[in-house]
């Protein structure tokens, strides 16, 4: 099961409660859900229809994000990508994220757990290692939907029909895009048929887009691994460049 984001969940509540109070800024409303974060991954696509973009890392020095390591080539929803449901306050404008739709969701989400499969690996995330009966259920109409369970612990009726296997390799003729990767926190409530399972993983090429997740070399992952701190509370953020140029500075996001 996904960790909830209770934290950033009650900051944002805070934070919309002081604005409607009127004694907050209006710069500080939207980021307030990510304000105590001093670790981001970026990805931009030039628009919402991309299936394309650039990564990049950034770490926060008080008020400065600034640029760690190199940015990496990564592909993203087969279809682009659309708004989902993370820490940012809900946009109207663009096309919205459901389920199957082989798009990226858009905006700020929380970094989860990591996994892979192998038993462990270099990271300080929570690290989920992988067995042949784990499963992400992406049939909106279960308990379960949005979460990665175990069918031993679950019963197998609970994960009938779900197409998430995550061991890849077992169940797809040696498929290593799960061999490590980690949770894109989307949809953390499992809003019926607003889309599930989103990860970044392993790419199979640089010009082969994925069902909704954003994918990379070894390498780039391997980095990111070894990077990332919960105690920095990451978070991920994917936009198209108009939308990260309109939202950067009322976002409080790493200039380009």
Same mark, same amino acid.
């Given at each position: 099961?996904?960790?909830?984001?209770?934290?950033?969940?009650?900051?944002?509540?805070?934070?919309?409660?002081?604005?409607?109070?009127?004694?907050?800024?209006?710069?500080?409303?939207?980021?307030?859900?990510?304000?105590?974060?001093?670790?981001?991954?970026?990805?931009?696509?030039?628009?919402?229809?991309?299936?394309?973009?650039?990564?990049?890392?950034?770490?926060?020095?008080?008020?400065?994000?600034?640029?760690?390591?190199?940015?990496?080539?990564?592909?993203?929803?087969?279809?682009?990508?659309?708004?989902?449901?993370?820490?940012?306050?809900? %946009?109207? @404008?663009?096309?919205?994220?459901?389920?199957?739709?082989?798009?990226?969701?858009?905006?700020?989400?929380?970094?989860?757990?990591?996994?892979?499969?192998? %038993?462990?690996?270099?990271?300080?995330?929570?690290?989920?290692?992988?067995?042949?009966?784990?499963?992400?259920? @992406?049939?909106?109409?279960?308990?379960?939907?949005?979460?990665?369970? @175990?069918?031993?612990?679950?019963? %197998?009726?609970?994960?009938?029909?779900?197409?998430?296997?995550?061991?890849?390799?077992?169940?797809?003729?040696?498929?290593?895009?799960?061999?490590?990767?980690?949770?894109?926190?989307?949809?953390? @409530?499992?809003?019926?048929?607003?889309?599930?399972?989103?990860?970044?993983?392993?790419?199979?090429?640089?010009?082969?887009?994925?069902?909704?997740?954003?994918?990379?070399?070894?390498?780039?992952?391997?980095?990111?691994?070894?990077?990332?701190?919960?105690?920095?509370?990451?978070?991920?953020?994917?936009?198209?460049?108009?939308?990260?140029?309109?939202?950067?500075?009322?976002?409080?996001?790493?200039?380009?």
């Amino acid at each position: 099961m996904f960790p909830r984001p209770s934290l950033y969940r009650l900051l944002g509540t805070l934070a919309m409660a002081t604005t409607l109070g009127g004694s907050a800024a209006v710069a500080f409303e939207a980021p307030a859900a990510w304000s105590v974060s001093r670790q981001m991954i970026v990805v931009t696509t030039d628009d919402w229809n991309a299936d394309h973009g650039v990564l990049r890392a950034y770490v926060r020095e008080g008020a400065q994000w600034n640029a760690v390591g190199p940015a990496a080539d990564v592909t993203i929803g087969k279809r682009g990508s659309a708004w989902g449901i993370g820490l940012n306050p809900p %946009e109207r @404008d663009g096309p919205v994220k459901k389920e199957g739709d082989g798009r990226s969701p858009a905006g700020v989400f929380r970094i989860g757990q990591a996994f892979g499969y192998a %038993e462990s690996a270099p990271t300080a995330l929570a690290y989920r290692g992988l067995t042949a009966s784990d499963y992400c259920v @992406d049939v909106d109409s279960s308990p379960y939907y949005n979460q990665i369970v @175990d069918a031993r612990d679950v019963g %197998e009726k609970a994960v009938a029909g779900a197409t998430e296997p995550m061991r890849r390799d077992l169940h797809f003729n040696g498929d290593h895009a799960y061999r490590i990767g980690f949770v894109i926190e989307h949809n953390p @409530d499992g809003r019926k048929g607003r889309g599930s399972c989103i990860f970044a993983h392993l790419w199979k090429s640089p010009t082969t887009g994925t069902a909704g997740c954003t994918a990379m070399t070894d390498a780039t992952m391997e980095r990111l691994l070894a990077w990332l701190d919960p105690s920095k509370k990451p978070v991920f953020v994917l936009l198209p460049k108009p939308e990260y140029t309109r939202l950067r500075e009322a976002w409080n996001l790493p200039a380009p």
